[in-house]
């Protein structure tokens, strides 16, 4: 009975052999005894091996419902502040629209009329010059008193001014109108998601050729792209996204490379049914006390006129809200930034 009990243990040694039935107490019987103790042993250290088991799995579960509630809160936290500003963005964005129609209107028209006003006192000017040659005495001093008074002014400057304070002021309108589409993009006023299918190694390519001018003076462009699925998405938007990140590099190398152009690598792949795309700079990074503000309307740490600070923000929206993606960054001071984003590879209709 041991002995087969022994053999059968030796065979299949993850089986554990049954107690044996004892009915001697001789020395035989004592053995069996012990043998039967020294399962006991073995079942409770197995039980316990189970149990302990079970309880790492149970805390790898609570550790990656952790982080997964960690993340979900920071996304919520992120997606009411968009949610707030983007109703703040669309009243603002509203309210400076109609001013600005009529600035713009005006400012063209006055364009129009300050370059007659130009033509007709060239003619003038050259007129007055002629008249005071003459000699009847009133002509020659109003002529006089308008030669002087336009030497007091410095008539010739002012109309110089006036042509370079009329381009100024259209850029800022340009500017002003920039900023109000993109409060627009961002509040969603305005706009009809329009999803289709949409290749994104296409519309990296087509970004880059649109951003081309801002880049080459900057970086070199490496592509990196994988074989991907389409994608059921937004195109418009996702190119703006790109364009946003494109020119954060730009920017970003252009801070940290004086002399020599910088680096900007877009790689694209798929991986646990997510398109990924990653667009590494070798810039001035991101200092890890901002990081975390990086996403939020407005912040910017670009000088006044320079940046709006929404494209993080709208890119958020766009990937996160609209498509149900994430974007995670990555980034070392004067090392560089990576900016990774994921959309799910079916899309979402
Ligand atoms: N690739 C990058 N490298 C370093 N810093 C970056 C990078 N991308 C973004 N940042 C930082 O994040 C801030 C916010 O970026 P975001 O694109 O939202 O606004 P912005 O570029 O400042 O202005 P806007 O895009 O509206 O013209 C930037 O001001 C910059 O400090
Ligand atoms: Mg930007």
């Known amino acids: 009975m041991i002995t087969s009990t022994f053999k059968s243990l030796q065979e299949n040694p993850n089986i554990l052999p049954k107690k044996l039935e004892l009915k001697n107490t001789d020395e035989i019987g004592q053995l069996g005894t012990l043998f039967n103790s020294f399962i006991d042993a073995i079942e409770d250290i197995s039980v316990q091996k189970a149990l302990e088991r079970k309880l790492n799995e149970r805390n790898e579960e609570l550790q990656s419902a952790l982080v997964q509630l960690t993340q979900t809160q920071g996304q919520l936290v992120q997606q009411e502040k968009l949610a707030g500003i983007g109703q703040l963005a669309a009243g603002v964005a509203h309210e400076i629209n109609n001013p600005l129609g009529f600035i713009s209107c005006n400012m063209e028209t006055l364009s129009e009329y300050i370059d007659k006003y130009y033509d007709i006192m060239k003619i003038y000017l050259a007129l007055d010059t002629t008249l005071y040659e003459t000699d009847d005495n009133v002509s020659k001093s109003i002529i006089g008193e308008a030669i002087r008074k336009r030497k007091e002014i410095d008539f010739h400057y002012i109309m110089e001014d006036t042509k370079d304070i009329f381009k100024d002021t259209n850029e800022g309108i340009q500017r002003i ?42 970086a070199e462009v490496k592509y990196n792209l994988g074989k991907i699925p389409k994608l059921y998405a937004d195109g418009g938007q996702i190119n703006q996204v790109l364009l946003n990140m494109l020119i954060n590099a730009v920017h970003a190398v252009k801070d940290n ?8 690598t877009v790689t694209t792949y798929v991986e646990d049914g997510y398109i990924v795309c990653e667009i590494e700079d070798n810039g001035k990074g991101i200092p890890p006390e901002v990081i975390d503000k ?20 709208i890119a958020y929206d766009i990937i996160v809200n609209k498509h149900k993606g994430m974007i995670d960054v990555e980034s070392a001071v004067g090392i560089g930034t990576k900016f990774i984003i994921k959309l799910p590879v079916t899309g979402e209709k």
């Open 177 to 218: 109108s920039k900023i109000v589409t993109s409060m627009k993009i961002f509040s969603r006023v305005n706009q009809s998601d329009e999803h289709s299918e949409y290749d994104l190694n296409e519309g990296i390519d087509t970004t880059i050729i649109v951003a081309n001018n801002e880049i080459k003076y900057f």
């Open 294 to 313: 990086i996403f939020d309307p407005f912040f910017t740490t670009k000088p006044i006129g320079q940046g709006t600070g929404l494209g993080l923000g």
């Open 257 to 264: 490379h004086i002399s020599e152009l910088g680096l900007i």
